[in-house]
């Protein structure tokens, strides 16, 4: 039979769904216990919040799903959020934007149309944003809360790469290249091709040096930046102060003794970013990164509000979780009927409702289903003096019992 799905769609499925949920609910539980509070937002947004911000340049139209919200006489454009920053950003404004600071987290899809539709079109991500977080110490903040996320789910080695998008644009503007010519630049860096900017010579041999010097660092402490600060001593103030964030961040991480590697090529779609920015890379794919981005709220015309956060991605995260055991499946109960009567019905019904009272999981089975993820089978035949047969699989027992009460207490034993 020939598939029915949408091209670039997914289907979950019960084993897909544990590790769904168990990587929500670790994340959730972390983000909880920092001070994050949830938050949902909806599927659709209007299509300027993007692009008035740079998140949807004119070449990334393309890849986004987008459609006019049509009234009978006019309308406006909405998108399929193809980001979860944009719209907590845009809750934080609309709801709360009284508030001086707010620490807020979600679990949300996103929509990138691919034109194969062999990569999947809907995306999970696990979010955080920290607005209001103007020091180094809330950029440390959520780095350490996503490293800490990423720790407690056992992914294995994960790697903490670092750059600068700040320190990334002022290098650009240090080119002084015509508008034309930087847009183009800007763009195929954005994309990842960082040949762009060493392809671009500034006509300044010193310059030239110091940015390919930086391109090249694969430093693992503060002081790899340090050594490059005394080589920008004839560079521009904007340069010289985001070189001096970067390595005040990176050297808080020192203190904390969080592990990272420098590389300012690391980071790729920053569009929105100013500062500091991170990436978490496991199984060869990058599951998770984030950055500053202190434009961005008075982009979308609220007040002038620093803020960072990051997302974590549960397609590859799921890829490198081992598969959870079933809910129950080291004290569920497989409640099996032996007869077809209506009162061996109503035992097995009455005796599953008990057991889930009693905190167990318990499934019903009318047919002879498979047996073997289950700890405990209870067949139920309604013929006295034994009316019940439990059976403990781990312990390869089994007791003949009256009641459903004798049943609880086997269970309980």
């Not at 090249?216 to 005394?230: E, R, T």
């Amino acid at each position: 039979m020939e598939e029915q799905k949408c091209k670039g769609m997914r289907d979950l499925l019960p084993d897909d769904m544990l590790r769904f949920r168990h990587i929500e609910d670790v994340f959730r539980r972390c983000c909880l216990k920092w001070g994050y509070q949830e938050v949902r937002t909806p599927t659709l947004e209007y299509l300027h919040l993007f692009t008035a911000t740079g998140t949807l340049t004119p070449s990334m139209l393309g890849k986004v799903y987008s459609f006019l919200d049509w009234d009978g006489w006019s309308g406006e454009r909405v998108v399929l959020r193809p980001d979860g920053t944009i719209p907590v950003a845009r809750l934080y404004i609309d709801n709360r934007s009284e508030q001086e600071t707010a620490r807020l987290f979600y679990v949300t899809n996103i929509f990138a149309f691919e034109e194969t539709g062999r990569q999947n079109r809907e995306r999970w991500q696990c979010g955080a944003e920290f607005l209001g977080g103007a020091e180094a110490t809330a950029d440390a903040e959520i780095i350490l809360l996503a490293e800490e996320v990423v720790h407690k789910l056992g992914l294995g080695e994960v790697k903490l790469q670092l750059s600068h998008a700040g320190l990334v644009k002022a290098l650009i503007k240090e080119l002084k290249l015509s508008p034309g010519e930087e847009a183009k630049v800007i763009s195929r860096v954005l994309g990842g091709d960082w040949q762009a900017l060493t392809e671009t010579e500034s006509g300044n041999s010193e310059l030239d040096r110091f940015l390919s010097l930086l391109l090249n660092l694969k430093g693992k402490s503060s002081g790899f930046l340090q050594n490059m600060k005394a080589l920008s001593s004839q560079a521009s103030s904007d340069l010289r102060s985001a070189l001096e964030d970067f390595i005040n961040i990176a050297a808080l991480l020192d203190n904390l003794s969080c592990d990272y590697e420098i590389d300012l090529a690391a980071t790729r779609d920053f569009e929105y970013y100013t500062g500091v920015c991170f990436q978490l890379l496991g199984g060869g794919e990058r599951i998770g990164g984030g950055g500053r981005y202190n434009d961005l709220i008075p982009l979308m015309g609220g007040k002038d509000l620093p803020a960072c956060g990051f997302a974590l991605y549960l397609d590859p995260m799921m890829k490198l979780l081992p598969l959870q055991s079933k809910e129950g499946g080291e004290s569920g109960v497989l409640v099996r009927s032996e007869g077809p009567s209506p009162e061996v019905a109503k035992t097995c019904f009455d005796l599953a409702q008990s057991l889930r009272n009693a905190g167990h999981v318990a499934e019903l089975d009318f047919v002879g289903r498979e047996t073997s993820g289950y700890r405990w089978i209870v067949s139920v035949s309604g013929e006295q003096p034994s009316a019940f047969a439990v059976v403990d699989q781990k312990q390869k027992e089994q007791r003949d019992v009256a009641s459903l009460e004798e049943v609880l207490n086997t269970l309980r034993g």
